[in-house]
């Protein structure tokens, strides 16, 4: 019987599925009742994932870490600086901190094409052990450099939500970490991460399951004597409710917008809660989502907040004595004064000929047109629905 492409791609994505929640379930032991699975339509450049894990993978038992009480350490006790390193990789996210005494916590590492840039940039920060490593949530623009840097350095712990994604990108991942023998320890609001002794780090969501992958994004608070810094991954209005609704500490000095600026995170309460002096938006030049938000930018702006962004700015450095903090920018210039376009004009799209919708395509949430490479949908195009479109504002998932 002669095999037509279609009816090829469809065993793959069938095989890849079922290889892709084996692994996870290994991963996470028997606590699989709440995981998510997200599909996505593979491209036809990508190596199928049943080519590259077979059955026998013996992966990583899941190791739940128990919340422990932790002294903030008082003022006259610091030694050493702190840096937090939001790193330009372009439409996407990265965070390097390193401790005062050299310990380093790597929070994501861009998309795929970014490998070789987190690389370098971690080693010419003499980097050689990264002692905690957080993959926030399975989108490639954010766990896409991972397996690089689990490749090319020492790793101690690792940190993900308990969400699975049916994508190459997250495979790699998986592979990656078996090929050390590493184990992860799943991301989830209430635990203490044991770091540095005079830094207190804690997770502070996600606190609930949620289906879109965005919302299940690991929440970083930093504490280092009286500053702080709040990493936020792509958690969206839902997971920042749930945050105020936990009592978790959100107050912060600097403030990593979520979900680069888009208008479905950083609601007006959120930022009541935390307070941030600065703000940083990890996001791409011209990008296609029309990131940062004019309706981001009216809310950071309205409370004076000092506004800093990858894509005018480069790499963002912040030092903090626990007294004081400093900003360093490898683009130079001081913080960010311009005003997003407004998003429905930054992601317009030519509406000469009306598109007539094409009801066979159907996308659960927006996660799943994000990992199909479809977002931003416009009325119109297939997949769209008012569903997806939860501002009304005729785009959906930007």
């Not at 469809?10 to 892709?20: A, D, E, K, W």
């Not at 971690?122 to 490593?133: A, E, F, R, T």
């Not at 930093?222 to 709040?230: D, I, K, P, Q």
């Amino acid at each position: 019987m002669k095999l037509t492409f279609a009816m090829i791609m469809s065993i793959v994505l069938l095989v890849g599925c079922t290889q892709t929640n084996s692994i996870v379930q290994q991963i996470h032991g028997n606590d699989n009742a709440d995981v998510k699975q997200v599909a996505e339509t593979k491209s036809t450049t990508q190596q199928s994932v049943s080519e590259t894990t077979t059955s026998s993978i013996n992966l990583i038992k899941s190791s739940e870490e128990s919340t422990q009480s932790k002294q903030a350490t008082s003022p006259e006790e610091l030694k050493g600086n702190m840096a937090v390193h939001f790193i330009d990789v372009g439409q996407g996210a990265s965070q390097l901190i390193v401790g005062p005494s050299g310990k380093t916590m790597l929070i994501d590492a861009g998309n795929n094409d970014k490998e070789e840039l987190i690389v370098a940039y971690l080693k010419k920060q003499k980097v050689n052990k990264i002692d905690i490593l957080i993959g926030t949530h399975p989108d490639a623009d954010h766990i896409g450099g991972l397996d690089a840097v689990i490749d090319n350095f020492d790793i101690g712990k690792i940190y993900m939500p308990k969400v699975q994604s049916n994508t190459k990108t997250f495979e790699d991942v998986l592979l990656a970490i078996q090929r050390k023998g590493l184990k992860i320890t799943t991301a989830k609001a209430g635990l203490t991460l044991e770091w540095e002794s005079n830094v207190t780090v804690k997770m502070i969501a996600p606190v609930n399951q949620y289906d879109e992958t965005n919302e299940m994004s690991a929440v970083i608070h930093l504490s280092y004597g009286s500053t702080s810094f709040l990493l936020t991954g792509d958690a969206e209005a839902g997971s920042e409710k749930d945050m105020i609704s936990s009592n978790a500490n959100l107050r912060a000095d600097v403030l990593m917008v979520g979900h680069h600026g888009s208008k479905s995170s950083t609601t007006q309460a959120f930022l009541n809660a935390v307070q941030p002096t600065y703000a940083v938006i990890q996001v791409g030049i011209d990008n296609k989502y029309g990131h940062p938000t004019s309706e981001v930018f009216q809310r950071l702006n309205a409370k004076k907040i000092k506004i800093y962004r990858n894509d005018e700015q480069g790499n963002i450095i912040f030092t903090t004595n626990g007294k004081e903090i400093t900003v360093k920018t490898s683009g130079g210039g001081s913080p960010s004064k311009s005003t997003a376009k407004p998003s429905e004009q930054a992601a317009a799209k030519p509406t000469e000929v009306p598109k007539k919708q094409e009801d066979n395509v159907v996308y659960k949430n927006c996660t799943a047109v994000r990992e199909a490479g479809k977002a931003p949908l416009h009325k119109g195009d297939p997949g769209y629905s008012t569903k997806l479109d939860r501002d009304g504002d005729g785009i959906a998932c930007e």
